[in-house]
Nanobody, 123 residues
Framework: QAQLAESGGGSVQTGGSLRLSCATS????????MAWFRQAPGKEREGVAA???????DYADSVQGRFTISRDDAKNTLYLEMNTLKPEDTAAYYCAAAWWLAAGLDPRWYNYWGQGTQVTVSS
């Protein structure tokens, strides 16, 4: 069974940085795509960044140039480096895995999800 565990969330001020981690099993890490999503209160879950096994990455326009998704194969861990954080980045962040190479940032293609980690950015 796939298990994904996020960590690294916290509270920062505008302009600050955080790095989120998502530890997974070897089996989960072999999925075609892994991604980060976020959900703010009262809003729909949105894709933030995706990294697929063919090396392609996909970023939401709102985070392009500020966030970087990466993975460490030796540790079965997915990362999200977040810089120049803004209050509108405040949300619960989730990592997810998909066995579909074209999954991109569409949450419908993601089969397994972590429990989430909270990021709060204050002005």
């Amino acid at each position: 069974q796939a298990q994904l565990a996020e960590s690294g969330g916290g509270s920062v001020q505008t302009g600050g940085s955080l790095r989120l981690s998502c530890a997974t099993s070897t089996w989960t890490f072999s999925s075609y795509c892994m991604a980060w999503f976020r959900q703010a209160p009262g809003k729909e879950r949105e894709g933030v960044a995706a990294l697929c096994s063919d090396g392609t990455t996909d970023y939401a326009d709102s985070v392009q140039g500020r966030f970087t998704i990466s993975r460490d194969d030796a540790k079965n861990t997915l990362y999200l480096e977040m810089n120049t954080l803004k209050p509108e980045d405040t949300a619960a962040y989730y990592c997810a895995a998909a066995w579909w190479l074209a999954a991109g940032l569409d949450p419908r293609w993601y089969n397994y999800w972590g429990q989430g980690t909270q990021v709060t950015v204050s002005s």
